[in-house]
């Protein structure tokens, strides 16, 4: 432990690629911080959202986070839920003495349409599925039965994860990529489409094109450039391990799941769209006119929204942020507000995808982080002058806090062994890498089970 005399002590709750750098960049300011996280591991969306396969991307960043939990100014206090009903709370946190705190712990909440059928047997959210081939308990146990032809909600990078899992793991029969917009608006990388480029169906995707060629002309799109950018998938796309056909259905705005006498999903039903020139570049309009996508399994990738039961004030699928910031950073506010109140959240503060859900990706996050932990200090400076915490007493009430939550507390210590533990798994299996997939399993490892 660290016992150099640190004037500001602050917590940083969320131990993903936002919380980690930023608790890098308080550390290095000197200031003590408290890491809290909800899981037992650290990385967040960087150990569990990432594709499971991209080995080399994960070791590289938790060589980094490792590095970063290495410093002697960061305490970790892994396994601690905190919201409104988990028995330790932001108010908890605020009681022990922090000047400030960060929050980091992404967008934990789920985002739907809101549409009739969503409760069918068969729907899920891209979330749910990202976490469980990533092993994240206690997804990484549940059941997710295989289906035939699967409608995917999105065209994203995140789409293209779940059409990845579908197509080279699952070896499903058809995937339908599903877009309310039209081929020249969507939102994924070539990157990420090479992986499954080549269960492209070509003629389906020349005939979709085509279908839609006349509304892309009507609002100055350029459709050789938007089957182009498909094609530029292909010559870097690895060899296919399945017969999945992928396709794309666009300018379909989903309006319902439709299921059979079982609550099984049979098909999504979409309203046909258009695309109308404004002010602020082309929207969609619908046109009334509807139809079913046969699906036997339907995936909403969609993006994702904040907790609302953390204990934050929340709007939209964000929490409020002040919108007229003290300490804005880059032109972004990133200091927690009370619209009930009119004033800011004192010593409050959101990063990363607690700050804008989903948005962007790990160098994305860490920027956002780094950014937060700058307005915290911003903060800091601002305040009186104020003498070094009592971090014994601080130190006591914690304790106090953690074993009226009931859960096994993990350390930084805890989190060097698991990983030794799971490496040498790693060897013994032969195996790329491997995780233990449930958190009992972690604590009866670490010894730590109650």
């Not at 100014?73 to 108010?91: A, H, K, W």
Request: with cysteine; hydrophobic share 40%; proline share 6%.
């Amino acid at each position: 432990m660290d016992n150099t005399p640190h004037k500001n002590l602050v917590a940083v709750i969320g131990a993903g690629p936002s919380g980690l750098f930023a608790a890098r960049q308080l550390a290095a300011s000197g200031a003590r911080v408290y890491l809290f996280n909800r899981d037992i591991k650290i990385g967040g969306l960087a150990e569990y959202g990432i594709y499971y396969s991209k080995y080399k991307m994960k070791e590289g960043l938790r060589r980094q986070f490792r590095q970063i939990l290495e410093m002697p100014e960061i305490e970790y206090f892994g396994n601690m839920l905190i919201g409104q009903d988990t028995g330790l709370s932001l108010d908890d946190l605020r009681g022990l003495g922090f000047q400030a705190i960060l929050v980091t712990v992404g967008a934990q909440g789920t985002k739907w349409l809101k549409l009739p059928g969503e409760q069918l047997k068969g729907v899920y959210h891209a979330k749910d599925l990202v976490y469980h081939y990533n092993a994240l308990p206690p997804f990484s146990t549940q059941y997710y039965p295989v289906a035939s032809r699967v409608a995917l909600v999105g065209v994203g990078n995140v789409m293209l994860d779940i059409a990845h899992w579908t197509i080279r793991d699952l070896k499903v029969d058809e995937v339908i990529a599903v877009a309310r917009r039209g081929p020249a608006e969507v939102k994924f990388t070539r990157k990420e489409l090479e992986t499954v480029a080549r269960n492209l169906d070509l003629q389906a995707l020349d005939q979709e094109i085509e279908r839609v060629s006349p509304v892309m002309q009507s609002v100055g799109q350029d459709i050789q450039a938007a089957r182009d950018y498909f094609l530029a998938a292909l010559p870097k796309a690895p060899p296919p391990v399945s017969d999945t056909r992928f396709r794309f259905e666009f300018l379909a705005s989903p309006t319902r799941v439709i299921g059979d006498e079982d609550g099984q999903v049979a098909g999504l039903e979409v309203e046909d769209t258009t695309l109308v020139q404004g002010s602020g570049g082309t929207r969609t309009q619908s046109l009334g006119t509807r139809r079913v996508i046969p699906a036997d399994m339907v995936v909403f990738c969609i993006g994702d929204r904040v907790d609302e039961t953390f204990g934050l004030p929340v709007e939209g699928t964000e929490f409020v942020k002040n919108p007229q910031p003290r300490f804005p950073m880059d032109g972004f506010s990133y200091e927690c507000f009370d619209p009930v109140k009119g004033e800011p959240v004192a010593g409050m503060f959101v990063a990363g995808w607690a700050r804008q859900a989903s948005s962007g990706l790990v160098g994305t996050a860490r920027k956002d982080g780094e950014n937060g932990a700058d307005a915290v200090l911003a903060y800091l400076n601002s305040l009186p002058p104020n003498p070094a915490a009592d971090f014994e007493l601080v130190s006591q009430k914690l304790q106090r806090l953690v074993r009226r939550t009931g859960r096994p507390l993990v350390r930084k210590e805890h989190i060097y062994k698991l990983d030794e533990l799971e490496k040498a798994e790693s060897r013994r299996l032969g195996v790329e890498d491997y995780k233990m997939k449930t958190e009992h399993e972690m604590l009866v490892a670490l010894g730590l089970a109650w």
